[in-house]
């Protein structure tokens, strides 16, 4: 990073340093986002090669859980008034997670068990169906409002040298790196271990006595339950300054570009691959604007991750750290 | 201690694989089952372990007993949990995945940490060579190194009855000589051994009890000495036929024309 600060600070100085830092620190707090979506698709793709098309309508329910819980039934807080507020909303906020790895759970048992054996085709079908189902449903208990999630950053902020970092950022990114270190301990344990082994041979792994149901039932959890944690982060400031509305659900799609750059069934290239597009889209937002790129339009920092996957699928078509001959679907 | 009766498997209701297919592991021996391509020897062995399913075969007659209790029906993870493991034909090891790992999948129905650990030790003594390589990939391992994780990694399961399919499957003849004395001291060890094998000679020489299976169903068994002495055995199996003596046009037309040999 040190040659392109001073790069930059010649052509500009301090504003030009204090515009590179604050797209950087933006730029990672979006890529952890992206990159808990990206671990949450992977997983599923990984253990069951299915890629999950409801992975977007999980985010935006279990933001809305989170809401629910948080704002209006203050559950469980209202339990544990002597905890200090983030506390409680991190309480709130974790229930959320896991009633939304419990739907993932019902989801799995009900609509995706009984299409093991039928082509993926058709199992991926199934996912945009509960897509739609679940979107509709989360909409409707949305209402026609944003509902705030009553998190207790709000849009403060605070200065690190030249850049100016919301507090929620921060939290974005611990919790995501919390998430990586429990993914990566998870994968050690026997269930991981078993995962692993199911998603590499399932016919072996259950000649093991590993169940190959139960397996893939947990990865559902364990998606939408990452998928919840994603879409409530991505429910805060500064991504969105008004809670969960009915386009959070769309927001996860931004993250396809970041597994497909990583590799389809790659866990280290979920991740690198969400900050890769979390920092091109921060970047592309901040430097790809003004009279000089007028023609690229608005929003091009939307486009960017598209842009790098481009690139990435010419030069490496399976992603940077996929199998390489990764099926299709 | 393992009984098959009359097995009758049908591959996606119109392939009729097993007709009738009877055989029995009694307690502590090694039974071999053998059979040339396409007989059904795997097909059995999908059958006793509870995964035809996902090859869309379903038994239509015919049991399978094991200890006395009927375990055709029963889920794969609960037939391993009964005692009974596995090693498939062809390795089919976790690739990606280090050899320690692999034992640790093949513990997966093993709960008890002491347990883990002893069935961990006693695969390190049975497979030395799998010692140094603990924290490798699998899938570096030589050919005989891989079988052997295979087997060391059925054997984490701490079965009753273990059940080979072709290990000695593309190996140098030292390493089935490794393989072969490997599944002796496994059997001293107190467990049944199910062989399933195209390699006669090899099977029949650790065997107890011997079955040659033809078009999914077992049309001689006995003990070794009996199978070994006869002479279709012989000359199908083996490869031998009465020394000095020419082989005429007319055995080898008088084979064909008979396409079964044994029945």
């Known amino acids: 990073m040190m040659p392109a600060i001073l790069v930059f600070a010649e052509a500009g ?31 599923i793709y990984k253990a069951t090669q299915v890629l999950n098309f409801a992975h977007g309508a999980l985010a935006a329910l279990g933001a809305f859980f989170a809401a629910y819980l948080a704002t209006v ?19 709130s906020a974790l229930v959320a997670v896991l009633i939304t790895a419990l739907v993932g759970l019902v989801l799995e048992r009900l609509a995706i068990r009984p299409m093991i054996g039928e082509p993926l085709f058709s199992v991926v079908m199934i996912t945009i169906a509960l897509d739609i189902v679940i979107r509709t449903i989360t909409d409707d208990f949305i209402g026609n409002n944003p509902r ?28 995501t790196l919390i998430c990586l270190i429990g993914i ?18 399932q016919e072996a792994a259950m000649a093991q006595g590993i169940s190959a149901g139960r397996i893939f039932a947990l990865a559902w959890a364990i998606g939408a339950g990452l998928a919840a944690t994603a879409g409530i982060f991505s429910s805060l400031f500064p991504r969105s300054s008004i809670g969960v509305s009915n386009t959070t659900a769309f927001f996860a799609f931004r993250a396809l570009p970041a597994i497909v750059i990583g590799g389809l069934d790659s866990i280290t290239g979920a991740v690198v691959g969400g900050f890769i597009v979390g920092l091109a889209e921060s970047y592309a937002g901040a430097y790809l604007v003004g009279d000089t790129w007028s023609f690229l339009g608005l929003g091009f920092a939307g486009v960017m991750p598209y842009i790098v996957m481009l690139v990435v699928l010419i030069v490496r078509p399976y992603g940077l750290f996929g199998t390489e001959e990764i099926r299709r679907v | 201690m393992l009984e098959v009766a009359n097995l009758e498997v049908v ?72 005692g009974i493991a596995q090693v498939l034909e062809g390795r089919r090891i976790f690739a990606e995945m280090t050899v320690d790992d692999n034992l640790r999948a093949g513990a997966f129905t093993n709960t008890n940490k002491a347990s883990i650990t002893a069935a961990h030790e006693r695969v390190m003594d049975l497979f030395p060579v799998l010692q140094g390589r603990r924290k490798d990939s699998a899938g570096y391992l030589s050919g005989g190194e891989q079988q052997m994780l295979a087997i060391g990694r059925a054997l984490m399961a701490d079965p009753k009855l273990l059940i080979l399919d072709e290990p000695t499957l593309g190996l140098a003849p030292m390493l089935v000589q490794q393989i072969r004395d490997i599944i002796v001291d496994i059997n001293r060890q107190d467990v049944s051994v199910l062989l399933i094998e195209q390699n006669a000679n090899m099977a029949l020489s650790i065997a107890n009890y011997g079955y040659i299976m033809e078009t999914g169903k077992v049309v001689m068994d006995g003990d070794p000495q009996k199978l070994l002495g006869d002479e279709d055995v012989k000359e199908f199996y083996l490869g031998l036929h009465s020394e000095g003596e020419r082989k005429s046009f007319r055995d080898v037309k008088h084979y064909k024309r008979r396409k079964r040999w044994l029945s």
């Open chain 2, 11 to 82: 591959y996606n209701d119109v392939v009729l694989v097993l007709r009738g297919l009877s055989l029995n592991v009694p307690d502590g021996e090694i039974v071999a089952l053998l059979g040339a391509n396409g007989a059904g020897k795997t097909t059995a062995l999908r059958a006793i372990t509870g995964i035809l399913d996902i090859h869309e075969g379903d038994i239509t007659k015919g049991s399978v007993t094991f200890d006395g209790e009927q375990i055709d029906g029963k889920d794969p993870s609960a037939i391993v949990r009964m």
């Open chain 1, 13 to 43: 100085g301090q504003e030009a340093i204090d515009k590179f830092a604050n797209a950087t620190s933006s730029g990672i707090a979006l890529g952890a986002i992206y990159a808990l979506l990206a671990l949450g698709l992977v997983l």
């Open chain 1, 148 to 175: 705030p999630l009553g998190d207790p950053w709000g849009a403060d902020v605070f200065n690190v040298g030249p850049a100016i970092i919301a507090k929620s950022e921060v939290a974005t990114l611990i919790v």
């Open chain 1, 184 to 201: 990566a301990l998870f994968f050690r344990s026997r269930y991981g271990v078993a995962m692993r082994a199911t998603a590499f041979d």
């Open chain 1, 73 to 91: 039934l203050n559950f469980p807080g209202r339990y544990a008034t002597f905890l200090p507020l983030t506390m409680q909303w991190l309480l």
